[in-house]
Antibody, heavy 117, light 110 residues
Framework: QVQLQESGPGLVQPSGTLSLTCSVSGVSVETVDWWSWVRQSPGKGLEWIGEAHHSGLTNYIPSLKSRVTVSVDKSKNQVFLKLRSVTAADTAVYFC??????????WGRGALVIVSS | QPVVTQEPSFSVSPGGTVTLTCGLSSGAVSRSNAPNWYQQTPGQAPRTLIHNTNIRSSGVPNRFSGSIVGNKAALTITGAQADDESDYYCALTVPGDFSVFGGGTKLTVL
């Protein structure tokens, strides 16, 4: 059974870097699939952030592209998210997901990250 | 970036049929946008109902179906049940190879 588990600091200082890890079990990240990050601000809808393939290919939403990096570590079977220069607007639950077709399909439970001093 | 549009809210009677839609500001939705549909209740991760337009995810009841209707993606719930009351989101892949979620539809079953 495929499981995804997000982890990382729950509190990040403004202007700092948000770093999250998605630990994948039950499947190798070296599949044909892409691995996405999605976030949801409190009381708001879902926002796709970006995705990575184990080959190193990535895609990002234009509005965040200058601040975000998504990567895959084959040796650790993990997926990473880094979001730089964060503000309070980046406070959200962050979900890791495995794509099916071309969009997120298999989800982790999510990790709440609060940006605050 | 393109905007994905969904009805903000919808209501359906128990046992009734409802079709939620997912449109694209830049034009018609097609299978190439690989529409996915999700159900989400408060405090929970999204549950994927449909991927690639009409492929039902494992364990999803067959009262949920996906299609393209006109120039939009559509999620049809046939024989709605009380526990179908949730938020429903769609996601589309758009030119530039990134995904965009719709704003979500709050479905009420009453």
């Amino acid at each position: 059974q495929v499981q995804l588990q997000e982890s990382g600091p729950g509190l990040v200082q403004p202007s700092g870097t948000l770093s999250l890890t998605c630990s994948v079990s039950g499947v190798s990240v070296e599949t044909v699939d892409w691995w996405s990050w999605v976030r949801q601000s409190p009381g708001k809808g879902l926002e796709w952030i970006g995705e990575a393939h184990h080959s190193g290919l990535t895609n990002y939403i234009p509005s965040l592209k200058s601040r975000v990096t998504v990567s895959v570590d084959k040796s650790k079977n993990q997926v990473f998210l880094k979001l730089r220069s964060v503000t309070a607007a980046d406070t959200a639950v962050y979900f890791c997901a495995r794509d099916a077709g071309a969009n997120p399909a298999y989800w982790g439970r999510g990790a709440l990250v609060i940006v605050s001093s | 970036q393109p905007v994905v549009t969904q009805e903000p809210s919808f209501s359906v009677s128990p046992g009734g049929t409802v079709t939620l839609t997912c449109g694209l500001s830049s034009g018609a939705v097609s299978r190439s946008n690989a529409p996915n549909w999700y159900q989400q209740t408060p405090g929970q991760a999204p549950r994927t109902l449909i991927h690639n337009t009409n492929i039902r995810s494992s364990g999803v009841p067959n009262r949920f179906s996906g299609s393209i209707v006109g120039n939009k993606a559509a999620l049809t719930i046939t024989g709605a049940q009380a526990d179908d009351e949730s938020d429903y989101y769609c996601a589309l892949t758009v030119p530039g190879d990134f995904s965009v979620f719709g704003g979500g539809t709050k479905l009420t079953v009453l």
